[in-house]
């Protein structure tokens, strides 16, 4: 009845206890889950577990944060894409979160590489057809005027995608839907402090959301500041459920039609 649209099963704390895991989603009625790559080294790992569970399946892609890895290329992305049970592109984007603490004082203006990498990703899915899986912090603008610039804009030919863990304002919300994209709520929905948040989950069309853990990170209340796993998923659609005065199984199917609508190549 519910589906994990982005965990990292492949993270060791995850991996290590995958039947653990499995008990517990099948316990909590959360029967499928796309596992999702962030560097070209993980990949295998990653699509290894949607070769070996049929309710699992894979992304390709190098996430914006991570440096000192191998910089993925058009081709290379569409050679992984090609694989069976890959269905989506990501998690691709931009993160400018923290300059100072996590990007060792550069400026949003050396961060060309992460918007050429962005770019990459963009026009490899574009290519194959299959839909992006952005993540956006702190750079919102960017993010929307790169897949503005690129073609992603929900006209023909356009890869689409979602914005994973949705976390900015109702005005980039409405930007992500005018281009077309899906918006992904987590566990942060959830979070006392995120009262704003939740006026945007009001907001969002229901044949337009997804739902996600992330997990390892960001476990939804109850269980926050725990590790995390696509068991807990059923709290974020709760808690969209009460936003929206619908039944928890009513967000639990309508976000499982918009995964199966969005990641077609969950069919084949
Ligand atoms: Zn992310
Ligand atoms: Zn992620």
Request: proline content about 4%; overall charge negative; charged content about 25%.
């Amino acid at each position: 009845m519910f589906v994990d649209s982005h965990c990292h099963l492949s993270f060791p704390e995850l991996l290590s206890q995958l039947p653990q895991i499995r008990e517990a989603m099948a316990a909590a009625q959360v029967d499928r889950a796309l596992c999702i790559c962030t560097t070209l080294e993980e990949f295998e790992d990653v699509h290894a577990l949607a070769m070996g569970y049929d309710n699992f399946w894979a992304s390709a892609g190098v996430h914006p944060d991570n440096e000192g890895i191998a910089e993925p290329t058009v081709d290379k992305l569409l050679e992984l894409a090609a694989r069976p049970r890959v269905v989506g592109i990501g998690e691709t984007g931009l993160d400018y979160y923290d300059m100072e603490g996590r990007k060792g004082g550069r400026e949003v203006s050396d961060m060309e590489w992460q918007r050429e990498r962005f770019r990459t990703h963009i026009r490899a899915a574009r290519t194959c057809g299959k839909p992006l899986i952005i993540h956006t912090r702190s750079a919102s603008d960017d993010t929307v005027a790169i897949l503005r610039e690129e073609g992603e804009d929900g006209s023909a030919g356009a890869a689409g995608g979602v914005f994973h863990c949705f976390t900015e304002t109702m005005e980039v919300a409405r930007a992500a839907l005018d281009l077309g994209f899906h918006i992904s709520f987590s566990g942060i929905l959830t979070f006392k402090t995120a009262a704003d948040l939740r006026e945007v989950a009001k907001f969002v069309p229901l044949d337009r959301m997804l739902i996600e853990t992330d997990s390892p990170y960001l476990a939804p209340v109850p269980y926050r500041g725990k590790v995390n796993n696509p068991s807990y998923v059923p709290y974020v659609a709760r808690q969209i459920a009460q936003l929206r005065g619908l039944s928890v199984e009513a967000v639990g199917e309508l976000t499982s039609r918009n995964f199966e609508a969005l990641f077609s190549g969950i069919q084949s």
